[in-house]
Every structure is written in C-alpha cells, then in structure tokens.
C-alpha cells in the first residue's frame, strides 16, 4: 500500500476534481479514516486547492503538485506551485460578511485543519494541510 | 452539473448534482440568472445530491440569494447534505441559509 498519493495538474479550475479523485483514492486505500476527519479534511484540501488553482495560475496557469498522506494520527496535504507569490495574513483571515461572496477560502481551510502553512521558498509556494486524526 | 427546472407558479428548482466548486459555480451562476430573468419569485437550490460545496460555490448561491431578493424574491436552500451543513455552520450562514428539508417544503413556505 502506497505510504503518499500524488497527482501533478494544471492551475485550473478542472484541475479540483482531481484534487477530489485523489482524495477518493486515499479513503479507498485507508477506510479506516473517520467520515468527519475525511469531511473536513477534504474542506482544507479543496480550499488551498482553489487558492492555489485562482491565485498562484495568474496570469498563466501553471502545474501545481499535491502528495497526500495518511498517517495513523494525521492526515497530510503538501501543494507546491511555481506561481507568483501568494500574500496570505492568517491572522486576519476571518469570516467576510454574511452576503460577501468571496473571502471564505483561508478562513474555511483554518477551520477545518489543525496546521495550514505557507511558505514561499526561492520561486516556488509550499502549503501545509495537516488535520489530526480524531477517529 | 447543475439543472434548471422553472415551474409555471413563479418558483424555479436548481438542482445541483455532484459537487459545487470553483468548477460548477459559474454555470450555478447562469442557472440562477435565467431563474431570476424569467420572473421566477422564488428560486429553490435542491442540494440533496451536493456531495461537497467549497467556498466558490457557497459565493455562488450568495450571489443568487442577492440576486432573488433584488428582484423581489428569495432563494431557499433544501435538503443540504452533511457536508454542505458543516459548511453553512463554520461559515456562519446557517440562518441566512436556513435549510428546508426537501424542495417541496421550501416551495410551500410560501
């Protein structure tokens, strides 16, 4: 059994559900994973996912990498990109306004996750999505 | 995928099938406008078969909810699965989305 899943994509919008068919792949290979950890993992994953996929494609979409692992007491989301440097305040990332439209992505990810970092190391953005395991 | 179904009373049901992500939001978007453009008063957004919403596609039924009331409407939401649940609460919109629990309950509420 495979310890990580990875999946190379191109940043857009697309590229999501395959973000999604990876994960399918990891709860088929670790059924053992709690439905509410896959659920709000899954939440972390899609949102860095998108944040990834609209800010760091622009102007011109470029591949982003993800590798996954499930560990006995965490689960574990690694993007890197090429893309433009992202600026991400966590400590500010709060919920918008109820009729905002926009601006629930870091503040969905922060909630649903145990750690999300962002660093940006020479050329590339790394994001970290680890949630610990509760069952 | 996202399906439209106008009812001659002035409701109008969008279906979405699958997940509503940054992926299926912008044809949300459109599905939402021709309700709104066709006269429709209330605009029922049937999530029994949303198996995942991110916050792309939680703007998107936002936008629609704007969108109804302006023209006078409003916008329902029914039979949200757990995951949009858990959604709407982290985010707090759970009582400017309060759930129905089925589209025909939504429909009736006049």
Redesign the interface.
Known sequence: MPAELSLRAPGVPASLDDVHVLLTRAWDQHPDVGDDDRLRFEIAVVEIAGNVVEHAGDPDPVDFDLAVRVEDDRLEARFQDPGRRVDVDFGTADMPDALAETGRGVALALATADELTYRRIGAVNHWLVLRRRRS | MIELDTHPTGAAVVRVDG?L???DAPAFRSAVTEAVGEAATTVVVDLSACA?M???G???V??G??AARQAGGDLRIAAPT??VL??LQ????ER?LRPFGSVAEALRAG
């Open positions: 997940r992500t940054m992926v995942f991110d916050s792309s939680l703007g998107a936002i936008a909810l704007k757990t995951q858990t959604v982290l985010t707090n919109l400017v």
